[in-house]
């Protein structure tokens, strides 16, 4: 006799919830990949679109700085100034977030900036959950630091002077010293009007400066001139080590230094401290490089060639200059520090990690 089974009433229930529950557990999976990967691009673009803010605000500050300020603070309708600038910026780049802009550390220019963006969700819905929102923040107290978008040359903490194409000096600055606001300084050593290749070596006993003071942030000339003219797209901090440049590149820095000159929006740039370490290559070498380390930032404002002082180093000068020949020597003038090296001190090691060069 043939036997037809049956699925009970309960059996049947049983199945039927968990096919429901196994539903709803592939929506939830399909919310999750889906609605989380839209979250992180969400996010990317939020960060992206802060940091251009913060960064525009840096620069406006340094603008503003001379006839918006009590003694080197900006005033509160300075600040405004700024935060309607950054708000700007960032709309430009994103519209829809909401800004917050602050100035968190008293009595300085440190500036913090808050972004949030709210939207909402596919799948998630399905499992109640509507829209989020997602956050970006650049800057701080210590934090706003530069680190992204310098150029890649370095100075010593100290004012460099130029005698010839050969011979340089450098009087570095004690605790509680510094560079002065408004003043020239030379950023990067030069041929000073000679048609010569440079062998820098200091007269006094200075530390060597190799390679008139050019990084190797990148691959070859056109990166490290790319970077020079636009600022280098990764992060730098204080503690890593960078490697001096390779070759002259007086070309590039000629080129790069010029069309930042020329555009007053482009004259602003943040540049990295270094310690100023004995180079242990041949002094009369041009090839070898050496690694050194980042102990602060600093914006300066770059001087076109023919706003350079031709002063002698014995008048008091930074060394007599040829404005009709392009000299590969960078001077601008100081307008704050971002990292004060002795606020850095502390954060000092000799094994900080290295910024290896693309293609290294």
């Not at 997602?134 to 701080?140: L, N, S």
């Not at 030379?186 to 060597?208: E, F, H, M, V």
């Not at 850095?344 to 910024?355: H, K, M, V």
Request: avoid cysteine; charged fraction near 20%.
């Amino acid at each position: 006799m043939k036997t037809i089974s049956r699925v009970s009433r309960p059996d049947r229930g049983s199945i039927l919830f968990l096919s429901t529950l196994g539903l709803m557990l592939l929506f939830a999976i399909m919310a999750l990949a889906i609605d989380v990967g839209y979250m992180y691009y969400q996010k990317a673009r939020i960060e992206t679109a802060v940091n251009a803010g913060w960064k525009a605000g840096i620069d406006y500050t340094a603008l503003i700085l001379p006839s918006s300020s009590v003694n080197g603070v900006l005033t509160t309708a300075g600040r405004d100034q700024v935060r309607n600038h950054v708000k700007q910026v960032i709309d430009l780049n994103y519209p829809g977030i909401t800004v917050l802009t602050t100035f968190p550390t008293p009595n300085t220019n440190r500036l913090r900036v808050q972004g949030t963006y709210p939207f909402g969700l596919f799948f998630s819905r399905l499992i109640w959950r509507n829209a989020t929102t997602v956050a970006a923040e650049r800057g701080g107290p210590g934090g706003d630091a530069g680190g992204d978008g310098v150029i890649p040359i370095g100075i010593p903490h100290g004012r460099m002077v130029q005698y010839n194409q050969q011979y340089y000096d450098v009087t570095m600055f004690g605790p509680g010293q510094g560079f002065n606001p408004g003043e020239e300084y030379i950023l990067r050593l030069g041929r000073t009007g000679s048609d010569n290749p440079p062998k820098y070596k200091p007269p006094s006993g200075a530390d060597q400066w190799h390679v008139a003071g050019s990084l190797d942030f990148g691959s070859g000339a056109s990166d490290y001139e790319w970077f020079f003219k636009y600022g280098y797209p990764g992060q730098i901090s204080v503690n890593n080590r960078v490697w001096t440049g390779l070759g002259e590149a007086h070309g590039p820095t000629d080129v790069a230094r010029d069309f930042r000159a020329a555009d007053p929006n482009r004259r602003m740039v943040i540049i990295p401290i270094l310690d100023a370490a004995p180079d242990v290559n041949p002094i009369n070498e041009l090839q070898p490089r050496s690694l050194t380390r980042v102990i602060g930032f600093a914006q300066f404002e770059i001087m076109s060639q023919n706003e350079y002082t031709s002063i002698a180093v014995e008048d008091g000068g930074l060394g007599l200059i040829n404005p009709t020949k392009d000299t590969g020597q960078v001077r601008g003038r100081f307008v704050r520090y971002l990292i004060h090296p002795d606020e850095a001190a502390s954060q000092l090691t000799t094994d900080g990690p290295i910024i290896s060069p693309t293609g290294k």
